[in-house]
């Protein structure tokens, strides 16, 4: 089974509005990390927010925010006021809190997001 | 100052040669990973070493070795290319183990001709 799922392969969004990607995992581990990287054409990875599974709160970053619902195991990247740069691919990753797996990022397959004028 | 740095950018080989990638973090951290990006952007772990000592070792075929000289750095080796080795290829790291944020190097494109 797939551990990070990402439904979207992409998405559109007008400049200046809200967009949300979608992410689901899948654990057994009662600890884990959930994140979101973003890659632009240029190809680095950029990280973008974190949100432990024992964070009661949603994290947020800027305009980045992480909703976080345990019972559905989902995390979905919420970007407020969108921006032309912000036009990139989008991955979902979890690392497990297990010893033998410890570090170890699983990424989703990503959403292409474009935002336009 | 470049956090995570890899050299080369890009390396365009043929087949059955032998290449390197070094990655260098001087961010003091304890541990550093591999990363492979396939031609469908799927990124997967490689190798993960801690204070120089290798902790995951992904299924990845032999003709890939990790070495790791000193905290700061991860070389890849690879033997005997094939044209399935062509992807980009990333180093990243992170504080510990554990640690919330993975930091990635730029990357480097292989091609495998």
């Given at each position: 089974?797939?551990?990070?799922?990402?439904?979207?392969?992409?998405?559109?969004?007008?400049?200046?509005?809200?967009?949300?990607?979608?992410?689901?995992?899948?654990?057994?581990?009662?600890?884990?990390?959930?994140?979101?990287?973003?890659?632009?054409?240029?190809g680095e990875m950029i990280f973008l927010i974190y949100q432990g599974s024992y964070d009661q709160?949603?994290?947020?970053?800027?305009?980045?925010?992480?909703?976080?619902?345990?019972a559905r195991k989902s995390a979905n990247l919420v970007i407020s006021a969108s921006q032309l740069g912000d036009s990139a691919m989008y991955f979902c990753a979890m690392r497990e809190g297990r010893g033998s797996t410890l570090g170890r990022l699983y990424f989703g397959r990503g959403t292409q997001l474009t935002v336009w004028p | 100052d470049t956090a995570v740095s890899q050299t080369p950018k890009y390396l365009v080989t043929q087949m059955g040669n032998d290449k390197s990638i070094k990655c260098e973090q001087n961010l003091g951290h304890d541990t550093m990973y591999w990363y492979k990006q396939d031609s469908k952007k799927f990124l997967k772990i490689m190798f993960s070493y801690n204070n120089k000592e290798l902790i995951i070792n992904e299924t990845v075929p032999n003709r890939f070795s990790p070495k790791s000289p000193d905290k700061a750095h991860l070389n890849l080796h690879i033997n005997s290319l094939e044209l399935g080795d062509s992807a980009v290829y990333f180093c990243?790291?992170?504080?510990?183990?554990?640690?919330?944020?993975?930091?990635?190097?730029?990357?480097?494109?292989?091609?495998?001709?």
């Open positions: 089974a797939q551990k990070i799922t990402q439904t979207q392969p992409g998405m559109f969004v007008q400049e200046k509005e809200a967009v949300t990607l979608d992410c689901t995992y899948d654990t057994s581990d009662p600890s884990y990390g959930l994140f979101w990287y973003k890659q632009p054409s240029s709160q949603n994290a947020t970053e800027g305009r980045y925010s992480l909703n976080f619902q345990k | 990243a790291s992170s504080q510990f183990l554990a640690s919330e944020t993975q930091y990635f190097g730029p990357g480097t494109r292989l091609l495998v001709l």
